[in-house]
């Protein structure tokens, strides 16, 4: 009996070590010195426990009461550990309900045009579009003319790498231009190839939802879900005006789908690591080249089949993709504004693709977000403009939810000339998608118990202000 106890004991143990080695490995990987010594402090104590079992057993001393009660008390232990940490808690009502989950009360359609991004990217001073929008909201003519004088929506681009670092500059307006060049009507809302014109496919809806899904992972998406467009995501009125369309300025932006293909990109670890370095911009800017590279295919492919289809990214939006993101599943909303997806955490990109083409849509998840971000607060006490709030979620436009500050966090990106992603880079969920990292994710998405302890955790192991990290020498800044 003693020995198969022992043997479970030492096979319990030199997994954990195993891991705890795995761990260490990571941490070293990731560059996080502070992480890594830790780890190898755990790994060191591990492989301890397990040569203090195999020293007991050859002495003898298992075969005594003492020993077989402790074998069976650290057993017992373990078991007791596992399931605390393992075993599916209580799931989250309102996050299994999507976005409907968290409505409150009255939701009205956000106009682009009030959009931080839209107001100091498009409108230009001295125009008709300029003095029609401040007269309609004059509470932010004072605040966006202080941001133009700084030198536009980043202000100096790299300002914080001094001097300007203009080889990281280059590669991130090299990315952005992508985006740009598929912003004409033709590529984001796609005619058939003449070949296909008016030759509609006949697909039922699970062989297509099953062709959308595969062409998209296959076009380099990390993660793609369906839902039905709920109409309050939807803009109300064009506001971002790119290739001098200004007769689509202050449009009302009609519900003419039904359904939206929402997918994720993810963002480069090592260079959102140098968070809020000019590195950081790189790896947004490549992850939006990217979405409008696969959206706009994708877009032209459900065009092909005969259905209409619109691209959703960096410079075409006709909705609000977290929400829809929320809807088809990928993931929940954080305390600090973004996706939270299981995998990545916030670490990700979004790009959509809308059309009436008859698809299967995905349910919302519950993976334990909410109940995270509300004891973690690490992105908040790190943010360097205090933008992400610190008390729990209230009603914002009729939705129960946590409110970034989007003008102080945009006056903060003018001051640095990077969109700063400092709050992506301390996220808990943000590490490397490694083994053991996998391992963390999966049990704080499952479990209560686990999100209160790796937490916690992640301050010892990591800091409570984790500081940025080095860039590839490639992307190295001045």
């Given at each position: 009996m003693e020995n198969f106890l022992f043997f479970v004991a030492l096979l319990s143990a030199s997994v954990q070590a195993f891991i705890g080695l795995a761990y260490c490995v990571s941490c070293v990987w990731e560059k996080e010195s502070?992480?890594?010594?830790?780890?190898?402090?755990?790994?060191?104590?591990?492989?301890?426990?397990?040569?203090?079992?195999?020293?007991?057993?050859?002495?003898?001393?298992?075969?005594t009461e003492a020993g077989r009660l402790l074998l069976i008390l650290g057993l017992i232990s373990g078991v007791v550990l596992c399931v605390l940490l393992m075993r599916k808690t209580g799931q989250n009502a309102r996050a299994l309900e999507g976005t409907r989950g968290a409505i409150?009360?009255?939701?009205?359609?956000?106009?682009?045009?009030?959009?931080?991004?839209?107001?100091?990217?498009?409108?230009?001073?001295?125009?008709?579009?300029?003095?029609?929008?401040?007269?309609?909201?004059?509470?932010?003519e004072k605040m966006d003319a202080a941001r133009r004088k700084k030198g536009g929506p980043l202000g100096q681009p790299g300002a914080i790498d001094k001097p300007k670092d203009r080889p990281n500059i280059a590669a991130t307006l090299s990315s952005q231009g992508i985006a740009l060049n598929l912003s004409a009507s033709e590529t984001y809302q796609p005619a058939a190839h003449p070949e296909f014109k008016e030759q509609r496919v006949e697909i039922s809806p699970q062989e297509a939802s099953?062709?959308?899904?595969?062409?998209?992972?296959?076009?380099?998406?990390?993660?793609?879900g369906i839902t039905k467009i709920n109409p309050l995501w939807l803009y109300s009125k064009r506001g971002e005006i790119f290739r001098e369309n200004w007769e689509d300025w202050g449009k009302e932006i009609e519900a003419t789908h039904t359904y939206a293909v929402v997918f994720t990109t993810e963002?480069?670890?090592?260079?959102?690591?140098?968070?809020?370095?000019?590195?950081?911009?790189?790896?947004?800017?490549?992850?939006?080249?990217?979405?409008?590279?696969?959206?706009t295919q994708l877009a032209a492919y459900v065009a092909n089949l005969g259905y209409s289809a619109t691209a959703n990214h960096l410079r075409h939006y006709d909705a609000a993709l977290v929400p829809l993101a929320v809807d088809a599943g990928l993931g929940e909303t954080g305390r600090l504004g973004y996706l939270m997806t299981k995998d990545f955490g916030p670490r990700v990109r979004l790009a959509a693709v809308t059309t009436d083409l008859e698809l299967v849509v995905d349910?919302?998840?519950?993976i334990g977000v909410e109940?995270?971000?509300?004891?973690?607060?690490?992105?908040?006490?790190?943010?360097?403009?205090?933008?992400?709030?610190?008390?729990?979620?209230?009603?914002?436009?009729?939705?129960?939810?946590?409110?970034?500050?989007?003008?102080?966090?945009?006056?903060?990106?003018?001051?640095?000339?990077?969109?700063?992603?400092?709050?992506m880079r301390v996220c808990p969920w943000s590490h490397a998608n490694t083994f053991p990292h996998k391992i963390i994710r999966t049990l704080i998405s499952r479990?209560?118990?686990?999100?209160?302890?790796?937490?916690?955790?992640?301050?010892?192991?990591?800091?409570?202000?984790?500081?940025?990290?080095p860039a590839p020498q490639w992307a190295r800044f001045s």
């Amino acid at each position: 009996m003693e020995n198969f106890l022992f043997f479970v004991a030492l096979l319990s143990a030199s997994v954990q070590a195993f891991i705890g080695l795995a761990y260490c490995v990571s941490c070293v990987w990731e560059k996080e010195s502070r992480a890594a010594f830790f780890s190898t402090l755990q790994f060191i104590l591990m492989l301890g426990l397990v040569l203090a079992l195999i020293y007991l057993e050859r002495i003898g001393f298992f075969s005594t009461e003492a020993g077989r009660l402790l074998l069976i008390l650290g057993l017992i232990s373990g078991v007791v550990l596992c399931v605390l940490l393992m075993r599916k808690t209580g799931q989250n009502a309102r996050a299994l309900e999507g976005t409907r989950g968290a409505i409150v009360g009255d939701v009205k359609r956000v106009d682009e045009r009030d959009v931080v991004f839209a107001r100091n990217r498009t409108i230009r001073p001295g125009s008709e579009q300029y003095r029609a929008y401040y007269a309609m909201r004059p509470e932010y003519e004072k605040m966006d003319a202080a941001r133009r004088k700084k030198g536009g929506p980043l202000g100096q681009p790299g300002a914080i790498d001094k001097p300007k670092d203009r080889p990281n500059i280059a590669a991130t307006l090299s990315s952005q231009g992508i985006a740009l060049n598929l912003s004409a009507s033709e590529t984001y809302q796609p005619a058939a190839h003449p070949e296909f014109k008016e030759q509609r496919v006949e697909i039922s809806p699970q062989e297509a939802s099953r062709r959308i899904k595969g062409y998209t992972l296959n076009l380099g998406a990390k993660q793609v879900g369906i839902t039905k467009i709920n109409p309050l995501w939807l803009y109300s009125k064009r506001g971002e005006i790119f290739r001098e369309n200004w007769e689509d300025w202050g449009k009302e932006i009609e519900a003419t789908h039904t359904y939206a293909v929402v997918f994720t990109t993810e963002m480069a670890f090592e260079l959102v690591g140098t968070a809020p370095h000019t590195p950081t911009v790189i790896a947004s800017m490549s992850n939006y080249a990217q979405g409008a590279f696969i959206a706009t295919q994708l877009a032209a492919y459900v065009a092909n089949l005969g259905y209409s289809a619109t691209a959703n990214h960096l410079r075409h939006y006709d909705a609000a993709l977290v929400p829809l993101a929320v809807d088809a599943g990928l993931g929940e909303t954080g305390r600090l504004g973004y996706l939270m997806t299981k995998d990545f955490g916030p670490r990700v990109r979004l790009a959509a693709v809308t059309t009436d083409l008859e698809l299967v849509v995905d349910s919302p998840v519950d993976i334990g977000v909410e109940d995270f971000c509300k004891r973690c607060k690490k992105c908040a006490n790190c943010c360097p403009s205090n933008s992400i709030p610190l008390a729990d979620p209230t009603e914002v436009n009729g939705t129960l939810r946590w409110k970034l500050n989007a003008e102080t966090c945009f006056d903060y990106w003018g001051k640095v000339g990077t969109d700063c992603n400092v709050c992506m880079r301390v996220c808990p969920w943000s590490h490397a998608n490694t083994f053991p990292h996998k391992i963390i994710r999966t049990l704080i998405s499952r479990n209560r118990l686990s999100r209160r302890l790796f937490y916690f955790m992640d301050d010892i192991f990591y800091g409570r202000k984790p500081t940025s990290k080095p860039a590839p020498q490639w992307a190295r800044f001045s």
